[in-house]
């Protein structure tokens, strides 16, 4: 189960409400602190942007859970187009990586390690055979910057737990463009996150070719 579920609420916020520490408004509004932001609170807190409302809500079971559910992909993009502002998309792009499920320590290895990236990142690859279907991958993933370790929850999003011819099809960069994250980010991210894309699609290729 994952630890937080944005959905877009029923109503707008009321003609003259006044933020309080559990909202923020994308045009002058007040910011609540990150550790109340996208469900680190048993409170529903709520962001309100120009488009629309996004309520992130802490499931109540949440606890009962060691590895919560993830966002999936189009969970994600939607969220984003609901964001109007950029500090807000980073926001959440962080609040993605926070949920992540947490990478051992014995996983952090150079073996892991992803090259070409500014940032620390590991990558950890599961393959298991699926008769016609080939080999599906999963993948666990971590970096030491707040907003790489985003990125890579996006990817996972994307690319975890699909076949890997599924996986080579995908482009995964051109969804990064689709929803103007790439253009976001500094060089060295940019790089690093296709970095992390050719990684991911080295380990798929490998996998069809050993199940050859």
């Keep these: 189960m994952r630890r937080f579920r944005c959905r877009r609420a029923a109503k707008p ?7 309080n520490h559990l909202d923020y408004r994308g045009t002058g509004g007040s910011l609540a602190p990150p550790a109340i932001l996208f ?10 942007g ?19 559910r993830m ?14 502002e950029w500090d807000d998309r980073y926001r959440y792009v962080i609040e993605l990586g926070r949920s992540l499920p947490p990478l051992p320590d014995d996983a952090h ?10 940032s620390q990142v590991w990558l950890v690859t599961h393959v298991q055979l699926d008769g016609a279907a080939g080999p599906v991958l999963t993948f ?6 707040h907003i790489v370790r985003g990125l890579v929850a996006i990817l996972l999003a994307l690319m975890s737990g699909k076949p890997a011819r599924e996986i080579l099809a995908t482009d995964a960069l051109a969804l990064f463009d689709r929803i103007g994250l790439r253009e976001n980010l500094t060089p060295q991210r940019s790089n690093g996150l296709r970095s992390m894309v050719e990684r ?13």
């Design 13 to 19: 916020a009321p003609a003259g409400h006044r933020p």
């Design 39 to 48: 469900g680190h609170s048993a409170t529903e807190p709520i962001y309100l």
């Design 50 to 68: 120009r488009k629309g409302t996004i309520s992130c809500r802490q499931p109540q079971r949440a606890a009962l859970s060691k590895t919560p």
């Design 71 to 84: 966002n999936s992909i189009d969970e994600i993009v939607e969220n984003f187009t609901l964001l109007d």
């Design 109 to 118: 290895t150079d073996a892991n390690k992803v090259q070409g990236c500014a």
């Design 140 to 145: 666990e993933g971590d970096s030491d910057a």
């Design 200 to 212: 991911i699609r080295a380990q798929a290729s490998a996998a069809l070719a050993a199940a050859a």
